[in-house]
Nanobody
Framework: QGQLVESGGGLVQAGGSLRLSCAAS????????MGWFRQAPGKEREFVAA????????DYADFVKGRFTISRDNARNTVALQMNSLKPEDTAVYYC?????????????????????WGQGTQVTVSS
């Protein structure tokens, strides 16, 4: 089986932007509900954004709504997270995840436990 690989993390000044990408091998991401999660030191992994396999505008945590955008590029078999107006509190390891369940997106898209496959994470550091 394949895996998910995140890229695009790095160090950015507060107010700046980064674009994260999640690439897949061995899986077609258009067949999965996709999520982005993050984990800061000493904190639980938390939901950031998600998009069902049907696409659309995505669903977002309140603390990123209006700043982050999740998108799919099915031709490239990737999922992106565009992060604008970054804040120091956005500093975390960001993970992409894929869910194979055929139902339950609307009720469980925020839940870590719904996602079957995870990337290794990419570090995002926002300086003040």
């Amino acid at each position: 089986q394949g895996q998910l690989v995140e890229s695009g993390g790095g160090l950015v000044q507060a107010g700046g932007s980064l674009r994260l990408s999640c690439a897949a091998s061995g899986r077609t991401l258009s067949s999965y509900d996709m999520g982005w999660f993050r984990q800061a030191p000493g904190k639980e992994r938390e939901f950031v954004a998600a998009m069902s396999r049907s696409g659309g505008s995505g669903d977002y945590a309140d603390f990123v709504k209006g700043r982050f955008t999740i998108s799919r590029d099915n031709a490239r078999n990737t999922v992106a997270l565009q992060m604008n107006s970054l804040k120091p509190e956005d500093t975390a390891v960001y993970y992409c995840a894929a869910a194979s369940a055929m139902g339950g997106y609307r009720m469980y898209y925020k839940n870590v436990g719904r996602y079957d496959y995870w990337g290794q994470g990419t570090q995002v550091t926002v300086s003040s």
